[in-house]
């Protein structure tokens, strides 16, 4: 008798769903392979689709990464768009499909069944989230809706807000300046991009009041406001502003689409997800769950959580279509978050934890910031990237990573993510061996700096203090020259004994070698020389201040 076909069916194409279908196949050609696609597009970039409305993507066609018709001629999968999963019956193994045309249902058999059903944007329950002007941005149907509103916007009466300043939020916000409209961004935390430490993101938000956005952060939102006809005319906030603005975008982020998980009585994880094994493997072995809607290993925490990110998402799709083709395949490995983002001519990036999330771990840990250029100062169109460095305090393993700069922040950021999947310390960061050219870097790149100056406070030769420190029971020694002091004192700290590095030596006797001291300068590599000076002159206590008067500037608020 001949061996009954495997039969693969895949919930939700995109990133998950497409990259699982497709390595499906490529590792078995001979599987009945069925994707079920609700909407009417099967894999598109939803990463570009606030680029498409902003006009820098201008070919629509360019988003649809692979069509129904591409995968099912290249591939042979039976893509079945418009038709939705209703529900999972595990005994029978039969997915539930309703047509989204007319509602009729029938029963989908499965050997295998892969969940990629994504994450819905979280509408909050507020007067006005249906009024005409209102959108959430996850769909191209979404893109669509958005950019024709955008494009039918009188010039005068351009006026956006935005709600949620994550990476969506942002990069709407940069868009939409783009077409002319006069842009408010509102945020229920005190900073932008919440994930990151608020001095890391400083230099970002004094750009963008700079280029005439409203930023109102650390304000809950009440409403938004309409007129007598139904159409979005601003958001009122909790504390009393009201933004005006007739077209608002709710970007205050997603929740997994976990509901045939649950009614299937599949495990959900911790943080509302689906939890999933190595292999991508739910609670049922022969289902697996992919995407915004599953729990990932994440390091360095060591802890399953959901990461909406589209990297992830890619790579366990295709991991699960091949373990669900063949029964094996690699192990998904730990996810760090990396995640970056362009906002005019910044460009902010992270990977793994922030300070922020190592103190809420409990975790030992220290950090180092420096301010150093993309490539050699030398070379025409140098500019700085601010990176920071969250590590061990006990053998120095790198925890996490950050940084702002106008370029070359992807590169440093992905360096350190690659170091960190392999448990790397700050000693083995300081001698990586990284491509060196004027155009490029600098022999002494930033994340060797970073990690000369972590290796540094782990040796003892240079003990970092935070730079929103409180600084009043301290000797304050600012090294920096009279003029670049008068031009930008250092924040918050009234008694300052100014001393140019330089002249340190020679003027000792005008401190006290018994008090704690601390020193600045401007970015913290002049402090670390008067520091090394101060304490092989006898001064018992000494620490450099963290990214010196720079940092403090943008953390002192």
Same mark, same amino acid.
Request: hydrophobic letters at 45%.
């Given at each position: 008798?001949?061996?009954?076909?495997?039969?693969?069916?895949?919930?939700?194409?995109?990133?998950?769903?497409?990259?699982?279908?497709?390595?499906?196949?490529?590792?078995?050609?001979?599987?009945?392979?069925?994707?079920?696609?609700?909407?009417?597009?099967?894999?598109?970039?939803?990463?570009?689709?606030?680029?498409?409305?902003?006009?820098?993507?201008?070919?629509?066609?360019?988003?649809?990464?692979?069509?129904?018709?591409?995968?099912?001629?290249?591939?042979?999968?039976?893509?079945?768009?418009?038709?939705?999963?209703?529900?999972?019956?595990?005994?029978?193994?039969?997915?539930?499909?309703?047509?989204?045309?007319?509602?009729?249902?029938?029963?989908?058999?499965?050997?295998?069944?892969?969940?990629?059903?994504?994450?819905?944007?979280?509408?909050?329950?507020?007067?006005?989230?249906?009024?005409?002007?209102?959108?959430?941005?996850?769909?191209?149907?979404?893109?669509?809706?958005?950019?024709?509103?955008?494009?039918?916007?009188?010039?005068?009466?351009?006026?956006?807000?935005?709600?949620?300043?994550?990476?969506?939020?942002?990069?709407? @916000? !940069?868009? /939409?300046? *783009?077409?002319?409209? +006069?842009? %408010? =961004?509102?945020? #229920?935390?005190?900073?932008?991009? &919440?994930?990151?430490?608020?001095?890391?993101?400083?230099?970002?938000?004094?750009?963008?009041?700079?280029?005439?956005?409203?930023?109102?952060?650390?304000?809950?939102?009440?409403?938004?406001?309409?007129?007598?006809?139904?159409?979005?005319?601003? @958001? !009122?906030? /909790?504390? *009393?502003?009201?933004? +005006?603005? %007739? =077209?608002?975008? #709710?970007?205050?982020?997603?929740? &997994?689409?976990?509901?045939?998980?649950?009614?299937?009585?599949?495990?959900?994880?911790?943080?509302?997800?689906?939890?999933?094994?190595?292999?991508?493997?739910?609670?049922?072995?022969?289902?697996?769950?992919?995407?915004?809607?599953?729990?990932?290993?994440?390091?360095?925490? *060591?802890?399953?959580?959901?990461?909406? =990110?589209?990297?992830?998402?890619?790579?366990?799709?295709?991991?699960?279509?091949?373990?669900?083709?063949?029964?094996?395949?690699?192990?998904?490995?730990?996810?760090?978050?990396?995640?970056?983002?362009?906002?005019?001519?910044?460009?902010?990036?992270?990977?793994?934890?922030?300070?922020?999330?190592?103190?809420?771990?409990?975790?030992?840990?220290?950090?180092?910031?420096?301010?150093?250029?993309?490539?050699?100062?030398?070379?025409?169109?140098?500019?700085?990237?601010?990176?920071?460095?969250?590590?061990?305090?006990?053998?120095?393993?790198?925890?996490?990573?950050?940084?702002?700069?106008?370029?070359?922040?992807?590169?440093?950021?992905?360096?350190?993510?690659?170091?960190?999947?392999?448990?790397?310390?700050?000693?083995?960061?300081?001698?990586?061996?990284?491509?060196?050219?004027?155009?490029?870097?600098?022999?002494?790149?930033?994340?060797?700096?970073?990690?000369?100056?972590?290796?540094?406070?782990?040796?003892?030769?240079?003990?970092?203090?935070?730079?929103?420190?409180?600084?009043?029971?301290?000797?304050?020694?600012?090294?920096?020259?009279?003029?670049?002091?008068?031009?930008?004192?250092?924040?918050?700290?009234?008694?300052?004994?100014?001393?140019?590095?330089?002249?340190?030596?020679?003027?000792?006797?005008?401190?006290?070698?018994?008090?704690?001291?601390?020193?600045?300068?401007?970015?913290?590599?002049?402090?670390?020389?008067?520091?090394?000076?101060?304490?092989?002159?006898?001064?018992?206590?000494?620490?450099?201040?963290?990214?010196?008067?720079?940092?403090?500037?943008?953390?002192?608020?």
């Amino acid at each position: 008798m001949a061996k009954q076909k495997l039969i693969i069916v895949i919930v939700g194409g995109v990133a998950g769903g497409a990259s699982a279908a497709t390595r499906a196949r490529r590792c078995n050609e001979q599987a009945d392979i069925i994707l079920l696609e609700k909407d009417e597009d099967v894999s598109f970039a939803n990463c570009g689709m606030p680029y498409h409305i902003g006009g820098e993507i201008p070919d629509r066609s360019k988003l649809l990464v692979a069509t129904k018709e591409l995968l099912e001629r290249r591939f042979r999968l039976d893509v079945r768009t418009q038709s939705e999963a209703v529900r999972i019956d595990r005994q029978a193994k039969n997915v539930i499909v309703r047509r989204v045309k007319d509602g009729s249902e029938y029963a989908q058999p499965y050997d295998k069944l892969i969940l990629s059903p994504g994450a819905a944007p979280f509408v909050p329950t507020m007067d006005g989230t249906d009024a005409k002007g209102v959108f959430t941005l996850r769909n191209i149907a979404d893109m669509d809706r958005i950019r024709a509103a955008v494009d039918q916007a009188p010039p005068t009466a351009r006026h956006a807000v935005v709600i949620g300043a994550g990476f969506i939020g942002l990069e709407m @916000v !940069e868009q /939409l300046v *783009g077409r002319g409209f +006069a842009v %408010s =961004l509102a945020e #229920l935390q005190p900073q932008i991009l &919440p994930p990151m430490d608020p001095e890391m993101v400083a230099p970002l938000q004094d750009d963008m009041r700079s280029r005439g956005v409203t930023l109102e952060l650390g304000s809950g939102i009440r409403g938004i406001t309409t007129d007598p006809a139904g159409n979005a005319t601003g @958001v !009122e906030l /909790l504390n *009393g502003k009201t933004l +005006a603005g %007739s =077209l608002i975008i #709710l970007g205050m982020g997603v929740r &997994p689409n976990t509901r045939l998980a649950i009614e299937a009585g599949l495990e959900i994880g911790k943080t509302g997800g689906i939890a999933t094994n190595t292999y991508c493997q739910s609670s049922d072995p022969d289902i697996y769950a992919v995407g915004d809607a599953a729990e990932y290993l994440t390091a360095p925490l *060591g802890q399953s959580m959901r990461v909406a =990110l589209a990297g992830p998402a890619n790579r366990a799709g295709r991991l699960a279509g091949q373990h669900a083709a063949t029964g094996t395949s690699a192990k998904m490995a730990a996810v760090l978050g990396t995640a970056i983002v362009r906002v005019f001519e910044y460009a902010v990036g992270m990977t793994g934890l922030s300070a922020k999330a190592a103190t809420r771990a409990g975790l030992r840990f220290r950090c180092v910031t420096v301010v150093a250029g993309q490539h050699a100062g030398y070379f025409p169109g140098a500019t700085p990237i601010t990176l920071k460095l969250i590590y061990a305090a006990d053998d120095g393993r790198v925890l996490g990573a950050q940084a702002i700069g106008k370029d070359g922040v992807d590169k440093r950021i992905d360096v350190i993510a690659t170091a960190m999947a392999f448990n790397a310390t700050v000693r083995e960061l300081a001698g990586l061996d990284l491509s060196y050219a004027p155009p490029y870097g600098s022999a002494k790149d930033p994340v060797h700096q970073a990690a000369f100056a972590a290796c540094n406070q782990l040796d003892g030769l240079g003990d970092l203090l935070d730079p929103d420190a409180d600084l009043s029971g301290y000797q304050v020694v600012d090294v920096r020259t009279a003029a670049e002091i008068t031009k930008a004192p250092l924040t918050g700290c009234t008694a300052v004994i100014a001393i140019p590095v330089d002249e340190l030596r020679e003027r000792l006797h005008e401190l006290d070698a018994s008090q704690p001291t601390v020193v600045s300068c401007g970015v913290g590599l002049r402090g670390h020389v008067a520091q090394r000076i101060l304490k092989q002159h006898g001064f018992a206590s000494v620490a450099n201040l963290s990214g010196g008067a720079t940092l403090r500037r943008r953390a002192v608020q």
